[in-house]
């Protein structure tokens, strides 16, 4: 029988978890930990590695479609970064664990990009969501090259692509990683080019 826990959000004994293991290259033993309240709707996700891991900083440049199948894994921790967006992803509270490729990130950035099109009320505004949407789109085709950064004070966050190589893993210094946010509420400004950040 499985056993449940108090939810966090609405604070029933309702809480289901569960623990999966994964086979992932690259990585020591790792799960994916999942934790569900179906009264609430309360729902978080993370990876636990087995090893204790370094913080890192992994970075993939994308120079066409084919290499948009590289497959992204960010642990709650992880924080995204496409420079040539402009956009950040930080985690926060909210923070979830995922596994996908780079057009899989880049569909989530177009998808909270629309949304908030649909919300600006000037014009300047609207003509800088134009821009925006219009480049994460070309982004997502492979029409322009941008570069896929993952900062991750615990080591669980990962690019994997076809050629290894090409991906570049360092070793975060003290400086960089007390830059790093953990938290926060989620901000999205995607209609800002010089910088957008979403914190979950």
Known sequence: MEEKSECPTCGR?????????????????????????????????????TRYGVPIRC??????????????????TGTIKIPELGTTIEPGPASQAFITNIEGVIIKILDIAETASKWVESEEEKKNCETA???????????????????????????????????SIKELTEEELQNLRTGGLMVFTPCNTDKNVEKE
Not at 18 to 43: A, D, M, Q
Not at 59 to 76: C, F, G, H, P, S
């Open 59 to 76: 970075t993939y440049e994308v120079k066409n479609e084919k290499e948009l199948t590289a497959r992204v894994i960010r642990a709650a």
């Open 133 to 167: 949407i219009e480049k994460i789109k070309k982004a997502k085709s492979g029409e322009i090259p941008f570069t896929l950064i993952i900062e991750d004070p615990f080591g669980n966050s990962m690019i994997i692509a076809k050629d290894q190589s090409k991906v």
């Open 13 to 49: 004994n309702t809480l289901e978890s569960s623990l999966t293991s994964l086979n992932i290259p690259y990585f020591s033993e790792i799960y994916l930990v999942k934790f569900h309240c179906p009264l609430c709707g309360y729902r978080i996700s993370d990876f636990l590695n």
